[in-house]
């Protein structure tokens, strides 16, 4: 009886809305399951030689994939970590910005001075310049 | 059992399960996929206290964002079983019953702590987890916090590029 | 319940469209290339999308034996399961959204965020140089694009006060926000072609470099599923673009809400297969420097000009 009353809550900033989701969830996941089971119990199974090796267009490989990689992949998702927190800090602002008026203006333009300025020494100590 | 309290318990043991299986597992690839499993539960678990914008934001800075970090450091590092070193399985007992003794330490503390006696969560409804009443908050009494956390990131920041670039 | 028949109804009716899109999407490249596409089977070349789906379900469903087994399964799961989840808060009309979050755009960032990981573990899993190589590359420019693509929508958001995609939808009722915020729907849309890493943003695919990018081991359903994740995206952009800046389900009284809102759904469609036909691919270091160094830096000048005007008109 509790599941109904879920659904029955009208209260738009209640949690109820989630509830949706996770029916969602269970049928997207539902399908995803069925669609690799159907493959795999329908499909023909043959084993030859070259289907073992990795595919390289026809040229032999050399030692396997697990070696280690350029810094630059590193550093760009360092710099998308801080970028995405301040993008988080600006949610709260954008929905209250109508009441925030201009001090909440001046605020968040000193919050968004302090990213440029250190998005300017990114950009001259070429921590983002992808070919050297 | 009320249907908060199913999914309640639920999620618990999928977080509990999803956590032990982060130390657990042999592949660094395989933790963090735990680890993400991990997160959606505590999500869930925001949800149910109706800490919405917390629990997005949970799903989009720490499973969007640092694990794909985590992933990218784990696909850097050349780690292959053979290169690895291996524990005694006495320092792993004698971990896990380290680790034990603390967690009894922090639930004995939680449980005796005057401040939490006799109150309970506040499920499903609640304006104080919305996006607008934390927006109002945080802009209205915690201005000097939040443009200190701006230059926290601006030395973040700075560290990573110092670190990163070799000139 | 009725919130059930609603989740039914949208991801049959979403799987078709994906379906669709496989004949869509090669009939209306031949038509701006020129040529004839597939015309054979059944009327106008439609049952080619049976053809192709049958295909797929009945190719050998082969894991690499140098491949990690379960990542390997997995990665073309999460990109479907998180697509078709994000069509949750998606307003199709007045009445039928599964569910009207209140923190609605903030849900769809957060699904496209984890849709970087079928990239990623797909690459990996793979066991291979070149698919390691186009995933890195692939997860790089999905990370890079993301960061504007929420601020792009913030602009709008701060117009209309509200996550929820119903009241930024009732808040065009006067005017649509493709005119008050044009330079975000440019850059909204910039970023979503370049989620969806289709054409000209394709490197993670890298169809003449790289082999096959991140999917070169993939084969069957599998590999379908990487395809079916790619048109539901296109799909989702789309919406987002029609809900956000077009008025999503509002238009002229002669036809049905939802109607209005497939039209312009289509309209944007088509618009995703016109970019495939016409531009070229632009080299890596061009997609990440103008990425980084020109959009973020001309999105957060959006948003301040935007706030700056709408404090100003209010006096």
Redesign the interface.
């Known amino acids: 009886m ?2 109904l009353t ?2 029955l ?1 009208a ?11 996770g ?3 269970l ?3 539902g ?2 399951i069925v ?2 089971v ?3 119990l ?5 084993s030859t030689s070259e ?2 090796e ?4 026809g040229i032999e ?1 050399h ?7 350029a ?1 630059k ?30 001090t ?2 001046w ?6 001075a ?6 300017i ?3 001259k ?7 050297d | 059992m009320g249907t908060a309290q199913i999914l309640f318990w639920s999620l618990t043991a999928l977080a509990l399960i999803s956590a032990i299986m982060v130390l657990v597992s042999k592949n660094p690839v395989y933790s963090v996929l735990w680890l993400i499993v991990v997160f959606f539960a505590i999500s869930g678990h925001y949800i149910l206290l109706n800490a919405q914008f917390l629990a997005i934001v949970n799903l989009i800075v720490y499973a969007g964002a640092i694990m794909v970090l985590f992933l990218f450091v784990i696909m850097l590092m050349n780690l292959n079983t053979e290169t690895e070193p291996q524990k005694s399985i006495w320092m792993k007992f004698f971990g896990v019953v380290a680790g034990g003794l603390l967690l009894s330490f922090f639930i004995s503390f939680v449980i005796s702590s005057a401040d939490l006696k006799g109150k309970s969560a506040q499920l499903k409804e609640g304006e104080i987890g919305l996006i607008k009443t934390l927006g109002k908050a945080l802009f209205n009494d915690y201005v000097i916090p939040f443009e200190i956390a701006s230059i926290l990131f601006l030395s973040a920041m700075v560290g990573a590029v110092v670190i990163g670039k070799k000139d | 319940m009725q919130h059930i028949w609603i989740v039914l109804g949208v991801l049959f009716v979403l799987l078709n469209i994906a379906a669709g899109l496989i004949w869509l999407e090669r009939r209306m490249l031949a038509m701006w290339q020129d040529r004839l596409g597939p015309n054979r089977a059944g009327p106008l070349g439609i049952l080619i999308v049976l053809a192709d789906t049958l295909k797929l379900f009945f190719k050998e469903d082969w894991i690499p034996p140098f491949a990690d087994k379960w990542v390997f399964i997995t990665a073309p799961a999460i990109v479907v399961a998180s697509v078709l989840m994000s069509f949750v808060i998606i307003p199709f009309s007045p009445s039928i959204i599964v569910s009207d979050l209140n923190v609605g755009i903030l849900f769809f960032l957060a699904m496209s965020s984890l849709g970087v990981y079928s990239i990623v573990l797909g690459g990996w899993a793979s066991n291979n140089k070149y698919s390691l190589l186009g995933a890195l590359r692939g997860a790089s420019q999905m990370i890079a694009y993301e960061v504007f693509m929420g601020l792009s929508l913030m602009g709008i958001v701060m117009l209309t006060g509200s996550f929820k995609l119903s009241d930024i939808v009732n808040a065009q009722k006067d005017v649509w926000f493709v005119f008050k915020q044009p330079v975000a729907l440019v850059i909204f849309f910039i970023a979503g072609v370049a989620e969806t890493h289709r054409l000209p943003f394709d490197i993670p695919e890298a169809e003449s470099e790289l082999i096959a990018g991140f999917h070169s081991e993939y084969s069957g359903m599998k590999f379908g599923m990487f395809f079916i994740g790619e048109y539901l995206g296109v799909t989702l952009i789309s919406a987002m673009t029609a809900t956000m800046f077009f008025g999503g389900w509002l238009g002229p009284a002669f036809l049905p809400p939802w109607a209005w809102f497939f039209i312009k759904t289509f309209a944007f469609i088509l618009f995703f297969i016109l970019l495939r036909a016409s531009l070229p691919r632009p080299r890596y270091d061009q997609l990440m420097e103008t990425g980084w160094k020109v959009l973020l830096p001309l999105v957060l000048l959006n948003l301040m000009v935007t706030g700056a005007i709408a404090l100003w008109i209010r006096g």
């Open positions: 509790s599941a879920i659904l809550d209260n738009v900033n209640s949690s109820a809305n989630y509830f949706q989701i029916i969602q969830l049928v997207a996941i399908i995803v669609m690799m159907a493959s795999h329908l499909g023909p199974k043959r289907k073992l990795n595919f390289a267009s490989s030692g396997n994939a697990r070696a280690p990689m810094i992949y590193f550093l760009v998702a360092i710099l998308f970590v801080l970028f995405d927190v301040e993008v988080i800090f600006f949610y709260p602002y954008a929905v209250n910005f109508k009441e925030l008026g201009w909440g203006f605020e968040v333009l000193l919050f968004v302090f990213f440029l300025v250190g998005f020494y990114i950009i100590k070429k921590a983002l310049q992808w070919e």
